[in-house]
């Protein structure tokens, strides 16, 4: 089955500085990559998402890249503000509106003000 | 946008009881629907996967005896937890994708908070 890692797991960032979070997936079928953001005690919230028929993505300060040959995403905050620190989570799935999202382990980020 | 909702949020339970979560989509129809478990600054791990009107899918090591579900409707699942004992204690949460709009999208409940004592 699917096996999604992300590095780093914590990640401390001067306000106004940029963040980046790295993963990397294992099944080769896998063509959907969401990334969630949640803040302690709430729901995973969908921040960014791709599919493998684009390479990047951008949406104002957030931006996603994949590398479908190397199996690997990354998503990319600019500028970052206070209320950007919460847990990121990177996921991975296969084509089909039934197939489970599997996740990654999370990044706990921090943006000092 | 669409909309999924849990019940209860938050449940403390003795030892030995069962406890039951519902997760409702509120606003369009999921024939799937699926179920996670999130331990403290961990990840949310899949326990299963629930089918409308048929049974539901486990994720390897998840005991599907203890963590009954049951999905009656396009809009209900159910998470029976079993005989509970503490090291079930932990948030689950739900997500529905609302198929025909965007494949794989998924929506997720506000998580059930339970505790067993």
């Known amino acids: 089955g699917e096996n999604v890692e992300q590095h780093p797991s914590t990640l401390s960032v001067q306000e106004g500085d940029s963040a980046v979070i790295k993963c990397t997936y294992s099944?080769?079928?896998?063509?959907?990559f969401p990334w969630y953001k949640q803040e302690l005690g709430k729901r995973p919230q969908l921040i960014i998402d791709?599919?493998?028929?684009?390479g990047e993505k951008k949406d104002q300060r957030i931006a996603v890249t994949l590398n479908k040959t190397a199996k690997h995403f990354s998503l990319h905050i600019t500028e970052t503000q206070p209320e950007d620190s919460a847990v990121y989570f990177c996921a991975a799935s296969r084509s089909g509106s039934y197939d489970k999202v599997i996740f990654g382990p999370g990044t706990s980020l921090s943006v000092i003000p | 946008g669409a909309v999924v909702s849990q019940h209860p949020s938050r449940v403390i339970c003795k030892s030995g009881t069962s406890v039951k979560i519902e997760c409702r989509s509120l606003d369009f129809q999921a024939t799937t629907m699926f179920w996670y478990r999130q331990f403290p600054k961990k990840s949310l791990m899949l326990m299963a996967t629930?089918?409308?009107?048929?049974?539901?899918?486990?994720e390897q090591g998840v005991e599907k005896d203890k963590f009954l579900i049951n999905h009656a409707s396009l809009t209900l699942s159910t998470l029976t937890v079993t005989s509970a004992h503490p090291e079930d204690s932990s948030f689950y949460i739900c997500?529905?994708?609302?198929?025909?709009?965007?494949?794989?999208?998924?929506?997720f409940g506000p998580g059930t908070r339970l505790t067993v004592t």
């Open positions: 629930s089918n409308e009107g048929s049974k539901a899918t486990y």
């Open positions: 099944d080769s079928a896998s063509n959907y």
């Open positions: 997500s529905a994708n609302p198929a025909g709009i965007l494949p794989n999208e998924q929506y």
């Open positions: 791709i599919r493998s028929n684009v």
